[in-house]
């Protein structure tokens, strides 16, 4: 039995950078490592920008992901979006991307994603702003009845998030949006469990 | 004093990308990782690609990174290119970009970063292949020529990361191309001490 090779692009905000990590790995990172230390052959791309709405990666991640991979790889797509959409701005309800359109972004990326590539999604996190955590929790709830239409896994973390003393603690400490490594670790933990993570980084074939 | 955020694009090849170390650091994660730790607020974009030569960063540097800015912040570029070019190919020479189309394209990318935004390079380093690193060898002399040139800080990494017996270790026991913890933080270690980098890193303001 033998690892196969697997190439995987994550895109999303700041939270899949890892931005406030002090030890560069955000989430991302830690469940790459810990894939590649049980033995499997991955290579991680962090596409993950600051500030990146659902509109700003349905705009991008096409172009960076053929950028990234040859027709033989074997590629695979995570998508982590949400939070920003739901922060202040000019779209309708004062948001920066009102909820009807980040389900209408979610939607065109999920199903160009998925008819290309198996592709994942995790929801997005709260950044400890009250008004900003009541819609990106609604927001979450949402994409994840629209991931189950589309056949898409989609895993919520919302709620852990918000719960964990870790993380609550360490976006105060920080920027006021962003955790440090504790928190970052606690998603981690809960990506390596998610069953579709797991089928992904186990599978092996016979050689 | 207050640390000024700074936000790093690295563009680049697999090196870049940190391929093959179970970390998922690479040099550039460990870099950016001392730097938080010494109290640098500071974003990483990592932004290297597998088998990527001067010829596919010429073509997508720009666009990748004004994705990444706002103008009102302080985003940097180090570049790292150089070994996939002297890898066999069609074109000059049996390379897969001979060595005067490489330096043009070093040329066009770099005359066009530093007129945008401080920028420094780090030469290609070996892949342990004889053929391919005195090709490479070679290139990064002659990027250091043309960084001279054009008053572009280049650090070249050849000799040390050949040199070294832990990068030839990890090399041999990995997929034969690519280091692992170890070589990649050796690498690091040289960045870390450079007084360029250090001048990014060590810059504060009054506040």
Redesign the interface.
């Known amino acids: 039995m033998i690892s196969v090779p697997v190439?995987i692009w994550f895109f999303g905000d700041s939270m899949v950078?890892g931005?406030g990590?002090?030890?560069?790995?955000g989430w991302v990172?830690?469940v790459?490592?810990a894939a590649?230390?049980r033995g499997r052959d991955l290579?991680?791309?962090?596409l993950g920008?600051?500030?990146d709405t659902s509109a700003?990666v349905l705009a991008?991640w096409q172009?960076?992901a053929e950028?990234?991979l040859?027709p033989e790889h074997d590629g695979r797509l995570i998508f982590s979006f949400g939070a920003n959409d739901c922060c202040p701005g000019e779209d309708i309800g004062g948001v920066r991307v009102a909820p009807g359109r980040a389900l209408a972004n979610a939607e065109a990326i999920l199903m160009a994603a998925v008819a290309w590539r198996p592709t994942l999604m995790v929801g997005p996190l709260p950044i400890c702003d009250v008004a900003v955590d009541r819609r990106t929790r609604q927001l979450s709830g949402d994409f994840a009845t629209l991931c189950a239409h589309l056949r898409v896994p989609y895993l919520d973390v919302f709620d852990l998030a918000a719960a964990s003393d870790t993380w609550t603690r360490e976006v105060a400490a920080g920027d006021g949006a962003h955790p440090n490594e504790g928190g970052y670790a606690v998603i981690a933990g809960v990506v390596e469990n998610w069953t579709c993570w797991r089928a992904w980084i186990d599978r092996t074939t016979s050689n």
Do not use: F, S
């Open positions: 190439r950078n931005t990590d002090d030890a560069c790995l990172g830690r790459c490592a590649r230390r290579t991680c791309y962090n920008i600051r500030r700003d991008r172009r960076e950028a990234r040859l």
